[in-house]
Structures are given as C-alpha cells and as structure tokens.
C-alpha cells in the first residue's frame, strides 16, 4: 500500500463519540501536502489511527452546506 502524508489543519467540531472512545470529527485536513479539505472521518481517542471517511473542498462543502440549508431536519 502506498506511504501518504495527513495534517490536521484546523479541528473544527466532534459531531459523536463511540463507546470504545473513537470521535466523529470535522476537521480540515491536508493530504500529501495539498490545500487542506474539509474532512469528516472516525479518529481513536489519541489521534494515532483513524477510520474510512469523506473529504470534501471547499466547493463541494458549500454544495452540502446549500442543500442541508434547505432540508427539515
């Protein structure tokens, strides 16, 4: 599997927790030394693995952004 590089820019929320400590995060992201995105995946308690998730640019963040604004939740 191919070596890649993360920095977490900027935490921004914790949308849950998991019972085993794990957070929902959405943080911005950079990956492999790219403009940050923002990012929302599972982290463990101390940071040092992290599960699948989704990175989204800024365009595509103001997409979702436009489309929950107009969704009863």
Do not use: C
Request: charged letters at 30%.
């Amino acid at each position: 599997m191919a070596e890649f590089k993360y920095e977490v820019t900027e935490h921004i929320a914790v949308l849950s927790n998991s019972a085993n400590g794990w957070e929902r995060q959405l943080n911005m992201v950079s990956w492999n030394e790219r403009e940050p995105k923002f990012d929302i995946r599972d982290w463990a308690p101390d940071g040092s693995k992290m599960g699948k998730g989704i990175s989204l640019s800024h365009d595509e963040m103001a997409i979702l952004k436009g489309i929950l604004d107009d969704m009863e939740l």
